[in-house]
């Protein structure tokens, strides 16, 4: 089989079906491109997960009374609530956090940002964070904690930051929803576009086909160059849409995230991970292209 013949074929095939060619490669590569934000939302989900299993935690804040007079949970009544709550089964670990460690912290976390001049010095309340067991960081965990400290004087409100990350968790688990399902309404397009493409192929060359065939070329020998025609769309396709994601990681995502992903509220999207998801684009824009045109060529055209 001499490659020189496939290739020449090929570039009468693309260059032939020219506008085509290019509807195939852009719907491909938004197709692609969505799969790949999808993958990447996996990523970031997987992530912050991961960044928030070691920090999330109990939050039971004090009342402004207590919070201004104790600076150290010394006085008896701070004391008091941390006993109960070391005594808790299931806790690892009890963590006072007073007035001004909260302010830092809360500068911290809205630096930059509109939010961050909202707080002063004082306004924030004291709290003790309870850190749980890793087998009970969940709603039984949580209710255990506002049992113990249930009526107590001195609290103000009990708070399971679980709660509240599980709210940016569903935000992104949404997002990478939407993203496949419209990668999957693009990648229905693009596999009827494919095979059409194949079909006008095969039929604006069906002359040269015919007198290949007459001189003992075989039937996969005729069928090869619209295979590889596909392909080609497919790749240059998952080419592009991971040049995309490249540029929207800089120009688009890496703004958007800016002010979370500078506090460690949001991983960033690293190009690593884009670099990790386009080989996996190229395979499926690859697999899929391959696939559709062998269908097609054998459901649909007699070569």
Known sequence: MRADVVVREVATGLRRNLTMTVAMLLTTAISLGLVGTGLLAVRVIDRTEELYSARVEV????????????????????????Q????????????????????ERYKELFAGQALADLAEPGTLPASLRVKLREDLQGPAGAAAVRAAVDGQVGVRTVVDQRETVGTLFDFLAGVRNVTFALALTQAVAAVLLISNAVQV???????????????????????????????????????????????????????????NVGTSVVPPVQLADVLWVAPILVLLGAGVAALTGYVTLRLYVRL
């Open 59 to 82: 939050q039971v804040a004090l009342t402004s009374d207590l919070s201004a007079r104790d600076t150290d949970c010394s006085q008896p009544a701070c004391a008091a609530l941390h």
């Open 84 to 103: 109960r709550l070391a005594a808790v089964p299931g806790v690892e670990a009890v963590r006072f956090v007073n007035q001004q460690q909260a302010y």
């Open 201 to 259: 192929s095969a039929f604006t060359r069906r002359t040269e086909v015919g007198v290949m065939r007459l001189v003992g070329a075989t039937r996969w020998f005729t069928q090869l160059p619209f295979l590889v025609e596909a392909v080609v769309t497919g790749v240059a396709g998952a080419l592009l849409a991971s040049v995309a994601l490249v540029v929207a990681k800089f120009l688009l995502v890496d703004d958007l995230l800016a002010g």
